[in-house]
């Protein structure tokens, strides 16, 4: 867009029907695609406009809603609908929020449509702006129209007005194009056009789409803005229609990424939220998910079949068929496969968590590896150390979390377990099997497990018969050792 459309007054966003077709405790517009709450889409896409007031009508489950709004949109004009059905109704009651001598732009649109971006929005204010328009409506060529207001157009192609499909003729029904629901109106006229406006129709309603004919009738200019791009302006009524714009939305989200210099190897398979940001150069193998406010850095290869939810992810990092959430993974850190990332796993530079390692609130240093089948939790290692095989940090009394710290360059045997709280000083070393309840200094090597006695000729003796026996028998004779049972 190279044109930037003048700020309009205020944008409204109608917010206040029930949409029982989604079949959910939940309101709809709080229904999820992209990451993101399809009102939380349609306040964006509003603010882009960067709007002087912003103004949402409710009225279906009202505290949900408002209390969801307002954490996205602190500023947010709220306002509530009576028991007076309608969008005409919704947008007078949202008009009651403004400034009675309101001048300029009121743009109005749907918090269930979530694929409108600013971009269109902008291109329907300056079409408005441009014409001297009292009214510009949104509108799209469909094949099939069922439901929606008919765009009745006059000789010079300008809008004599809407008609609703429970209210059209059969000529009416003929027509494919729609009204999206999206308008850009005169303030003054907005608000005298809506005192006009009754409730005489087949559903009983205060009608927006009357705004349009009141309006030319008193001498303005009535006009539309066509979009060939019908998912701008398509709404979500079922889940079957959310699935459908969601990956939609998925699929455009994916080819910005791809034309800003991201590798994604199977767009089918990749989904990303619309608030993950992406370096150039980053690799999305198949099967990954990128949620929430996660952010990947240049040269990183994540996937296949990841999961990472709001997450730092440093330059040239890898992350292999994992899942990782609330962490951060700093740049050439390796993760995977199949590693358990749970929050507060801070990874730093070049270090590693391998497979089958699950880990929770801990600070991993530069280069420190911990590369094979453990649990860290509560935890802080220092550089360069290597956690052995099997480690598991014991930070749970029943009761209590508590803390192990373990120091750089220290070098932890196989199965060693971290009785939390416990301390294990700079270069320190552990024993296979070592059970650490008491802090190790600086440079020891701790040492649990009692050393190692043989008992010379047992299996002969306490197996007899048995095939461990024979095959000990037969070692035995080979070796010239003796074959007597041990007594
Ligand atoms: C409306 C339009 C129709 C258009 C269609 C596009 C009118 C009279 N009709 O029809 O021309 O083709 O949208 O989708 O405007 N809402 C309120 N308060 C209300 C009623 C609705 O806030 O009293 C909100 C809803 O939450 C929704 C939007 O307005 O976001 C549209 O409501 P909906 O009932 O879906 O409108 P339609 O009857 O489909
Ligand atoms: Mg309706």
């Not at 969801?68 to 005409?88: R, S, V």
């Not at 290692?381 to 480690?391: Q, V």
Request: net charge negative; glycine share 10%.
């Amino acid at each position: 867009m190279s044109v930037q459309a003048n700020a309009p007054a205020a944008v409204i966003v109608l917010a206040a029907g029930a949409g029982t077709r989604m079949k959910s405790a939940k309101p709809k517009i709080l229904h999820e695609i992209g990451g993101r709450s399809m009102v939380g889409h349609a306040l964006a896409a509003a603010r882009g406009l960067e709007p002087q007031k912003l103004v949402a009508v409710v009225r279906h489950e009202r505290d949900r809603v408002v209390e969801h709004l307002l954490q996205i949109n602190p500023d947010l004009l709220i306002a509530d609908q009576d028991e007076i059905p309608g969008t005409g109704r919704a947008v007078q009651q949202g008009l009651e929020q403004l400034d009675e001598n309101l001048e300029g732009t009121v743009v109005v649109t749907y918090g269930d449509v979530p694929l409108l971006t600013t971009e269109l929005l902008s291109e329907l204010v300056i079409a408005h702006d441009r014409d001297g328009n009292a009214v510009t409506v949104l509108t799209a060529l469909l094949e099939d129209a069922t439901g929606y207001g008919r765009i009745l157009r006059a000789d010079d192609d300008t809008v004599l007005g809407i008609r609703e499909h429970k209210d059209a003729s059969a000529a009416e029904h003929a027509i494919r194009e729609v009204n999206s629901g999206i308008y850009a109106f005169d303030a003054q006229v907005l608000r005298s056009a809506l005192t006009e406006v009754t409730t005489e129709n087949a559903q009983g309603e205060m009608y927006l789409t009357d705004v349009l004919g009141i309006a030319r009738t008193n001498g303005g200019r009535v006009a539309a803005v066509v979009t060939e791009d019908a998912w701008q302006v398509e709404g979500a009524n079922d889940r079957v229609q959310l699935a459908a714009l969601g990956k939609e939305m998925n699929r455009r989200t994916l080819e910005a990424w791809m034309r800003a210099g991201v590798s994604i190897i199977d767009p089918d398979s990749t989904w990303i939220d619309v608030e993950v940001a992406l370096s150039s150069d980053v690799t999305i193998k198949p099967g990954t998910q990128l949620h929430g406010s996660t952010a990947i850095g240049t040269d990183a290869i994540i996937g296949p079949d990841s999961t990472i939810t709001n997450t730092l992810v440093g330059r040239g990092a890898k992350v292999v068929r994992s899942d990782v959430t609330d962490s951060k993974i700093a740049e050439n850190a390796s993760v995977g496969p199949f590693a358990y990332l749970r929050p507060k796993t801070n990874l730093g530079p070049d270090a590693k968590i391998g497979a089958f390692y699950e880990t929770k609130n801990i600070v991993v240093g530069r280069g420190s590896k911990l590369s094979h089948l453990g649990y860290a939790g509560d935890a802080e290692i220092g550089e360069y150390t290597n956690i052995g095989c099997g480690n598991i940090t014991a930070n749970y009394d029943g009761v209590n979390k508590h803390r192990t710290v373990i120091g750089s360059h220290v070098r932890t045997a196989s199965n060693t377990v971290f009785v939390a709280p416990v301390t294990i000083g700079d270069g320190a070393y552990t024993g296979a099997g070592a059970i650490v309840r008491k802090n190790v200094p600086a440079g020891a090597l701790a040492l649990t497990v009692a050393p190692q006695r043989n008992a010379e000729g047992w299996t002969l003796s306490k197996r007899p018969g048995t095939p461990a026996a024979e095959a000990a028998f037969k070692s035995a004779l080979d070796s010239g050792e003796s074959t007597e049972p041990a007594k």
